[in-house]
């Protein structure tokens, strides 16, 4: 995807895995809303004026087709906000056209975290903030090894579907 700046908010150390043109920042503490709304203020700091998209790293099979036609430039006149509900009634992403740390607060943190709600929770505070809405597909995060054998099934040829094989293969050879 087309994007004036690539963030990624790290726990961690970067390794070669990274691509060239990400700017990384560490993760702060805290619990996920905590962690969360920080990447978003980070954002707003490193880019004023610049809209933000936080994906989740558990959406292996998320890519720049399903993205393209949501976040289109024809598409995103008027909206102030993404939502990307995921299957199990989280969320996957949530993008803000203006975010600042004030905004990012009042959306997630409390925000019940890996409840059944979560998602529905979010979507509340987003139309509480009056917020014009874009709506992203739904898809499935990995939470079980049932979830990653169906993403692995929807992206058959991605290197997530190729790590899970190689696993279960191993796992039959010494099993």
């Known amino acids: 995807?087309?994007?004036?700046?690539?963030?990624?908010?790290?726990?961690?150390?970067?390794?070669?895995?990274?691509?060239?043109?990400?700017?990384?920042?560490?993760?702060?503490?805290?619990?996920?809303?905590?962690?969360?709304?920080?990447?978003?203020?980070?954002?707003?700091?490193?880019?004023?004026?610049?809209?933000?998209?936080?994906?989740?790293?558990?959406?292996?099979?998320?890519?720049?087709?399903?993205?393209?036609?949501?976040?289109s430039p024809a598409r995103r006149t008027g909206v102030d906000a993404w939502y990307g509900p995921a299957g199990d009634g989280g969320f996957w992403a949530l993008g803000l056209a203006r975010p600042t740390e004030r905004l990012a607060g009042r959306l997630l943190l409390g925000l019940p975290m890996s409840a059944p709600d979560t998602g529905q929770a979010l979507l509340d505070r987003l139309v509480a903030e009056n917020l014009m809405i874009g709506r992203l597909p739904v898809v499935t995060d990995v939470d079980t090894i049932r979830d990653a054998r169906h993403v692995a099934a929807e992206a058959p040829a991605g290197r997530f579907a190729a790590c899970l094989r190689s696993i279960e293969t191993d796992r039959e050879v010494t099993g």
């Not at 070669?16 to 962690?35: F, I, K, T, Y």
């Open 1 to 71: 995807m087309p994007a004036g700046r690539r963030l990624l908010v790290l726990d961690g150390a970067v390794g070669a895995w990274l691509p060239p043109g990400w700017q990384v920042v560490p993760q702060s503490g805290g619990g996920l809303d905590e962690r969360l709304a920080a990447a978003f203020a980070a954002a707003a700091v490193l880019a004023p004026d610049a809209p933000a998209l936080l994906v989740g790293m558990d959406t292996p099979q998320v890519d720049a087709a399903l993205l393209a036609e949501s976040l």
